[in-house]
């Protein structure tokens, strides 16, 4: 992937219904050679259109844009199985826009207050496919996780069943026809539910809370 391996800068879409937003980021990220923003959107339903065509490595999404949200974005864009990551970069702090942001498939939450090394890191995480949330959006997901970590999905409790039979995330796609994409989402919210970092580990954690048959 760009800029992991010294193949060149992070491609960026930037997705804001606000163009002084837009040029702004546009202008911070490019002052860097780290980066190179190669198209911009203005609501969700053009983000699905410029992502799909240019194939960036990282989209920076707002929330609420008149004419399609980012969540409705991020969630077919999931389902298309994109290859890159999304981040959200939003002013909306509130958990039911953050779970369902990250319920959709975000790999990170970043608030448009974030100082600007904050945002490259951030930005540089996602790239790589590692979670990137701000200090306010971590603790809340941490307590919400707290209170709700036994309950997984049914969604989730069926790609952990297949896991524990041993199947690879291709063979689970496959069962549950839907995108390898989608499969590393709902692993992704598994592992963060039941506090483990690897399959195997998920698979014990689960097998020790009751949540898979014996």
């Known amino acids: 992937m760009a800029d992991q391996q010294g193949a060149g800068p992070i491609r960026l879409v930037i997705v804001d219904d606000h163009p002084v937003v837009r040029n702004g980021l546009r202008g911070m990220c490019e002052a860097s050679d780290k980066f190179l923003v190669v198209g911009e959107a203005?609501?969700?339903?053009?983000?699905?259109?410029?992502?799909?065509?240019?194939?960036?490595?990282?989209?920076?999404?707002?929330?609420?844009?008149?004419?399609?949200?980012?969540?409705?974005?991020?969630?077919?864009?999931?389902?298309r199985g994109i290859r890159g990551h999304v981040l959200v970069l939003t002013t909306y702090d509130a958990d039911r826009d953050i779970m369902a942001a990250l319920d959709a498939g975000a790999t990170g939450y970043l608030l448009k207050d974030a100082p600007r090394d904050e945002l490259f890191a951030a930005i540089r995480a996602a790239a790589a496919g590692r979670s990137a949330l701000s200090p306010t959006v971590a603790s809340r997901v941490v307590s919400r996780v707290r209170s709700d970590s036994d309950s997984l999905s049914t969604r989730e409790s069926d790609v952990l069943a297949l896991v524990a039979q041993g199947q690879s995330n291709r063979q689970i796609a496959k069962s549950l026809f839907v995108s390898e994409a989608t499969v590393k989402t709902h692993l992704g919210h598994v592992f963060t539910k039941l506090g483990v970092a690897d399959r195997a580990a998920a698979v014990a954690e689960a097998y020790e809370r009751g949540l898979l048959g014996s």
């Not at 053009?46 to 960036?56: C, F, G, I, K, Q």
């Not at 920076?60 to 991020?74: C, F, K, N, Q, W």
């Open 42 to 79: 203005s609501d969700g339903v053009e983000a699905v259109r410029v992502v799909t065509s240019l194939d960036p490595d990282v989209v920076l999404m707002d929330l609420r844009m008149p004419g399609g949200s980012g969540v409705e974005a991020i969630t077919e864009l999931v389902a």
